[in-house]
């Protein structure tokens, strides 16, 4: 229920303005996004990396509606993929990147056409890219992207979402040899008649995708923060004889950091999700949503003013 009118709140613009001008904001938002320019990215990215963590960097936006826009995010990527590789933070940093924010829902071959030149970029600069997954109405055509990009660059990698009951069978598609899948359970509003609404059946879905793909050819990239499925996935990847370099946990920036050092610790690859940006609203939405102590973290920043 809570979850429900949060998530509907993270696509008001009223509510928007209102969350942006509070004053308390600045603390919670500086708990999960690393800053808002590419040098606060990059610097956020050498600490992590330094911890011996590999990192996934989001420059935050979505549902871009022009032409311009979408150009301008394409073109930071560009920058940002410079920066990593110039700062000698490659191969270890990848970038994530959602589609909408390239232009897919009102062009979807200009968002093909800019994802190819991040792609690109990120090739040269001796890393990959990975297609965020949003809601939905966008898995169809974010797949269709996805298998045109890995023509040319066939490291490129996709989110799937254990919510949608479409997912264990985009698994077993997807889980060939030198495809990147990143599995996590799935962030959006999704009703019923595509998606399982329970946390129960959302993990049991999530569970049946980890066997498809830590038991096929590909590269599973295990995205949760829950400490059960975690541990699932550890007794799952010796049981199909996974080394550590076969597969990696990721975890987003600020979430259970104790739990990505001692992931690490235990000599498995870990991946820190990083979004910086000055778009923070919906993600940072979407994170209050997951968790009640979230909320009550926001609460408490408010409290302390
Ligand atoms: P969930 O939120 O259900 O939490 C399960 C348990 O984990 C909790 O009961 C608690 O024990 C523990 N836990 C969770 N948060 C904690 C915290 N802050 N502190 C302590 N314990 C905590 N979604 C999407 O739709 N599209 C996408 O492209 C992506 N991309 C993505 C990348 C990465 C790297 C991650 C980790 C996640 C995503 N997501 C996503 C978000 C994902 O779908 C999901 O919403 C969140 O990861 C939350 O789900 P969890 O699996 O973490 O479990």
Redesign the pocket.
Known sequence: MLRSVILAASRSTRIERLVETAPFTRDVVRRFVAGTTTDDALRATRQLVGDRLAV?IDHLGEDTVSGDQAVTVRDEYLALLGGLAEAGLTPATEVSVKLSALGQKFDERLARDNAHAICAAASAAGTTVTL???DHTTTDSTLDILAELRKDFPGTGA?L?AYLRRTEADCRELATAGSRV?L?????KEPESVAYQS?REVDKSYVRCLNVLLSGQGYPMI?????R?IAIAEDRSRWFDRTPDQFEF???YG??PDEQARLAEAGHTVRV?LPYGTDWYGYLM?RLA??P??LAFFARAVASR
């Open positions: 996934s965020d997954m949003e989110v979402q990143r996590c359970k799935g962030a959006y946390a995205a949760t923060h829950d400490p499925l990721q975890l987003l979430v259970r999700y979407r997951e968790r102590a979230n």
